[in-house]
């Protein structure tokens, strides 16, 4: 990274009263933040009526992009589209971190502004004009700095930007390069330490899957939804970092036919040093879907268990988040600090009982037509904290009348 355009960038930061994505640290109060475009995700359906997309934002002071989910109860107060590399500006954005990454979320204080293309200047300008633009406002003299910072390949070199759209395992084609958001179901080490086999599910169906490894965490879950997946080089090392029941993205997988066996092979990516596989936020819209279907299947049945709460122990969020045991069962008394989605009124879901697809009780399904098969969930999470950490909790239950 340029060392004239980060300490370039510092300064102007300073002098915008903004934080520079190097400096940010978890916090609860709202922050605002600028930076460049680097990906928007396309927007989902979120928790009832909730709208959502996801922002990867990166300034000349950052190694790495950060990532912040947005949301809004209606669909129109999302962009539809954000050109890679226009500078936009985030106001009431939080700080949380998961899985030891920070990450952005917004608030009910949010706001967004997007450079607009009539407000770009020249990109053929140096980096001393830049620093002596003082008859513009401080904001605009940022935005200037940023559209020069992306002309000089300031950050391409080093995050490749993707607008590909998420598949769902029941679309996958075969030598298709595809991204997915999945749970792991089964791990199969090899003797060869840059391969690792893995099985992973999202609870969609494909004609062409047969299952080879038997999935660990789901014993009766069909062969048509589980996908065999070789994972190469640092991401076979990543791989080994995971557990079942872990939700995962795999970015630009490589499906192919074996035997009329649909799988996939992830390779190491030269241009990406993090690898293409990564442990999913439980609040990425897509992985809440995966959740929603998982619950909506009638093969699958969450094992009643009659539990001694006496023989749970207390513990706090640090010693919890922080044991080498995982999952983790323990008793801990905590405050709620925020919620998702924000109206509390918005805290159930009307799904379809055959499908799992948004349903209305009037209108029926927009997915298969059904009419008749409308069941009202709880589906919401709750960020809490006992003043040692913070940690986020997702709730469903499938009675919420």
């Known amino acids: 990274m340029d060392v004239l355009f980060r300490d370039i960038a510092s300064k102007m930061l300073t002098s915008t009263q903004l934080v520079a994505l190097a400096d940010i640290e978890e916090s609860q109060s709202p922050i605002s933040v600028c930076g460049v475009n680097m990906d928007l995700s396309v927007t989902k359906r979120s928790r009832g009526t909730d709208f959502s997309l996801t922002v990867s934002l990166m300034d000349p002071t950052c190694n790495g992009p950060l990532k912040i989910n947005i949301f809004q109860r209606e669909k129109e107060n999302l962009p539809l589209e954000i050109a890679g590399g226009t500078p936009i500006l985030l106001e009431g954005v939080k700080i949380q971190r998961f899985n030891g990454r920070l990450q952005g979320v917004s608030t009910r204080f949010f706001a967004m502004k997007v450079s607009s293309p009539a407000e770009a200047s020249s990109s053929q300008q140096s980096s001393q004009t830049l620093t002596q633009q003082e008859s513009q406002p401080p904001i605009d003299q940022m935005w200037s700095l940023l559209r020069f910072w992306w002309s000089q390949n300031g950050c391409t070199a080093d995050y490749k930007v993707s607008s590909r759209a998420p598949k769902l395992v029941k679309n996958i084609q075969s030598r298709e390069f ?51 997946c070789t994972l190469w080089g640092h991401n076979a090392q990543a791989g080994l970092e995971l557990k079942l029941g872990d939700f995962v993205f795999l970015r630009n997988a490589h499906a192919k036919t074996v035997d009329h066996q649909v799988e996939c092979i992830v390779h190491t990516d030269g241009k990406n040093a993090e690898g293409s596989i990564r442990k999913a936020d439980p609040n990425e819209p897509e992985v809440i879907e995966i959740r929603r279907r998982r619950a909506t299947e009638k093969f699958f049945q969450e094992p009643t268990e009659i539990v001694d709460a006496a023989a749970i122990p207390f513990m706090t969020l640090r010693e919890a988040t922080t044991s080498s045991e995982h999952p983790i069962k323990f008793q801990c008394q905590v405050r709620v600090v925020d919620h998702l989605p924000p109206d509390i009124r918005d805290f159930t879901c009307t799904l379809c009982e055959n499908c799992g697809g948004y349903c209305d009780f009037i209108v029926g399904c927009e997915v298969c037509g059904e009419n008749q098969l409308a069941v009202r969930r709880f589906l919401f999470s709750l960020l809490v904290t006992d003043g040692t950490g913070f940690i986020p909790a997702i709730v469903s239950n499938e009675e919420a009348v």
């Open 178 to 228: 595809f991204d997915l958001f999945c749970q792991v179901v089964a791990i199969r080490p090899s003797d060869d330490p840059s391969r690792l086999e893995i099985a992973v599910t999202d609870f969609t169906r494909h004609e062409s899957l047969r299952r080879f490894i038997q999935s660990e965490l789901y014993p009766d879950l069909p062969a048509n939804m589980i996908l065999n």
